[in-house]
């Protein structure tokens, strides 16, 4: 579960990232409040986002099971060994 928060966190950061990258590029100063005005905040996060639903719609297309598949859980047969839960 960890895995896709990180990569969430990792899409949204990356307009970010890049910014930062291109304010080093061209010399210019990286910590003051002139370098990220608001508008150019706002079109960070907005890319942010829109990187973000694309990775759920992605994740979510191409993830996971068949369809048709079921889900057989978890169990103890009946020499007591443990059968993990699968998908068929």
Request: aromatic fraction near 12%.
């Given at each position: ?8 966190l ?11 990258l ?31 639903i ?34 068929r």
């Amino acid at each position: 579960m960890i895995r896709p928060i990180f990569t969430e966190l990792a899409l949204f950061v990356a307009p970010f990232v890049g910014y930062a990258l291109y304010l080093l590029a061209t010399k210019t100063a990286l910590m003051t409040m002139e370098s990220w005005p608001p508008k150019t905040l706002a079109t960070l996060a907005i890319c942010a986002l829109i990187l973000m639903i694309g990775s759920f719609i992605v994740l979510s297309h191409f993830a996971g099971s068949p369809p048709g598949s079921t889900y057989e859980p978890a169990h103890v047969d009946d020499r007591g060994q443990f059968g993990p839960g699968q998908v068929r």
